[in-house]
């Protein structure tokens, strides 16, 4: 018996999209949206369909991500930011609940909000994933709401 699975492409030429990103730990969060934004215009989607929306630090990011998904205008939100652990515990009050409310945006609006913020112990780790040895996780986070924007229709 074959099995009917649905899946989304990644092709997006019509696709309007916004990316919230995190100013602080600039050196690696500038690496994510450069990996964003160039993921986007490989896969069809035109500059004036990209909006980049600029926040103070990672915490910042869940409130415009969830005004922007529900405000009609987007397809998809990316979430872009680096949460570094450091020698204190602020990470452990950041991540969590940073995390929940991008996912809360997400299933409240009805779009795709898609998690591209790194939690990294080091500096060192967090460049891996903004273009270095590990990939660019803010490529992945597009290539994700690339595909959830083309699976999200096929559901209905």
């Known amino acids: 018996m074959k ?7 990644l092709l997006a ?16 969060t500038d690496r994510l949206l450069a990996g964003a934004v160039d993921t986007f215009r490989r896969h069809g989607v035109s500059d004036d369909k990209i909006t980049v ?15 922007l998904a529900e405000s009609g205008k987007f397809d998809a939100v ?3 930011g680096a949460v570094i652990q450091g020698e204190t515990s602020h990470h452990e009050y950041i991540n969590h609940p940073m995390a929940a409310a991008i996912m809360q945006a997400s299933i409240s609006s009805g779009i795709p909000v ?18 270095g040895k590990s990939g660019n996780k803010g490529i992945e986070a597009s ?5 959830m924007i083309n699976l999200l229709p096929k559901l209905k």
Do not use: Y
């Not at 099995?3 to 492409?9: F, I, R, Y």
């Not at 030429?13 to 690696?28: E, G, H, K, Y």
């Not at 898609?114 to 273009?131: H, I, K, N, P």
């Open 3 to 9: 099995q009917n699975v649905l899946e989304g492409d």
């Open 13 to 28: 030429s019509n696709a309007r999209v916004a990316i919230v990103v995190s100013r602080f730990n600039d050196l690696v």
């Open 53 to 67: 929306v600029k926040v103070p630090g990672s915490f910042e990011i869940p409130l415009p991500a969830k005004i």
């Open 78 to 80: 990316v979430c872009l």
């Open 114 to 131: 898609t998690f591209g913020v790194l939690t990294c112990q080091s500096m060192e780790q967090a460049l891996d994933r903004a273009g």
């Open 143 to 147: 290539l994700a709401a690339i595909e």
